[in-house]
């Protein structure tokens, strides 16, 4: 079983900056993506930007030049930049990864718990 573990949401205010972390453990033999979603109240779950395995990236045409999405490989961990935070990003974000793991051994898509991201002056 795999664990994604977030952390570093909180309160900021509009132009203000966030890092969010993600940090997968558990038996996991490789990793093909690891991505972040944000649902705000009252709207669905979309994806705010993804990283591939040889380090390709995407992102919602939102966060473009303001969120930047990096990996740190030998850690199994997955950040997220967010510069000029906009009210409209107020959200709980969620950890995602898509990984080969366990017995047996398959490919499986994991969640993280969310972090809340609030930006309000």
């Known amino acids: 079983q795999v664990q994604l573990v977030e952390s570093g949401g909180g309160l900021v205010q509009p132009g203000g900056s966030l890092r969010l972390s993600c940090a997968a453990s558990?038996?996991?033999?490789?990793?093909?993506?690891m991505a972040w979603y944000r649902q705000a109240p009252g709207k669905q779950r979309e994806s705010v930007a993804v990283?591939?395995?040889?380090?390709?990236?995407n992102y919602a045409d939102s966060v473009k030049g303001r969120f930047t999405i990096s990996t740190d490989n030998a850690k199994n961990t997955v950040y997220l930049q967010m510069n000029s935070l906009k009210p409209e990003d107020t959200a709980v974000y969620y950890c995602?990864?898509?990984?080969?793991?366990?017995?047996?051994?398959?490919?499986?898509?994991?969640w993280g718990q969310g972090t809340q991201v609030t930006v309000s002056s």
């Open positions: 995602n990864a898509d990984l080969l793991d366990g017995t047996p051994v398959a490919r499986r898509v994991y």
């Open positions: 558990g038996s996991i033999f490789s990793i093909y993506s």
């Open positions: 990283i591939t395995s040889g380090g390709r990236t």
